[in-house]
């Protein structure tokens, strides 16, 4: 097993910080840089499946904090939604740690996938969504639906990971009616929250690699403020295709696993 930096080579830990900048720019734009970064983590010789998940929590914290920060500051995102939905995601990542640690996260590829085709079809054939926020709730209502919201995927990110952002931004555009821009902003502070709660079981299990997370970490970082200056500037139109895209890519790349696993 590797324990650090010092057995790695010099060609993978070039890979790693490669990874963890894509992975934290698409983070920052709509979610789903697991994508890039878990497949490569598990390239990394002698890594088990669950140190790889925790270090790819502990890399990707250090993203989503700093487009949580960036965000907030040019779009100023009301907080009396995101925080209580932030809080009650941490804990839903929480117990999805748990059950990683001893549940195959294949028994549940196969509902992810439907659901991901799902939204994409959503997305595509309606192109207004997410171009302006025009909230289907109010009152105590909202609040309801952004907490289930947020520990349902909270949940699901504990567990496997990828694609979380984007399951938050459809979640947020589709179900509560904010726009992509908005609804980006909020979902990298409940993204956040997931990381860490993730990491309230991984770290005193000890499956954190710490110096490649911190390696990780740093170029996600990176990745991530360029990412959501990158969306910020840009705006709803530019969030929604690269969220397609990246959607897409959710589908293919789960929907591989499902086909490798029924024949392994």
Known sequence: MVSGLESIQLGTVILIVVAGLAAGWVDA??????????????LVPGISPVQALATNKMGSIFGTTTS???????????????????????????GGAVLAANLPASVFKPIIVAALVAVALFTAFRPSVGELTKLRHEGHRHYVVACLIGGVIGFYDGLIGPGTGSFLII?????????????????????????????????????????????????????????????????NKFIRVVFLAVVGALIVKLGSDIWQDSFA
Do not use: C
């Not at 734009?29 to 598990?42: D, K, N, S």
């Not at 960036?70 to 804990?91: E, G, H, K, N, S």
């Not at 499956?207 to 910020?232: C, E, F, K, P, Q």
């Open 29 to 42: 734009v709509v979610g789903g840089g697991g994508l890039i970064q878990l497949p490569a983590m598990l």
């Open 171 to 235: 979640a947020l555009v589709s179900a509560m009616g904010y726009a992509f821009l908005e609804a980006s902003a909020k979902a990298k502070i409940v993204n956040m929250a997931t990381n860490a709660g993730a990491l309230l079981f991984f770290v005193p299990h000890g499956a954190v690699l710490w110096g490649l997370g911190l390696v990780l970490g740093l170029a996600n970082m990176a990745g991530g403020y360029i990412g959501a200056r990158t969306a910020v500037k840009q705006g």
């Open 68 to 94: 949580a920060v960036t965000y907030y500051r040019r779009v100023r995102p009301d907080l009396r939604t995101a925080l209580p939905m932030a809080v009650i995601a941490m804990a839903g990542s929480y």
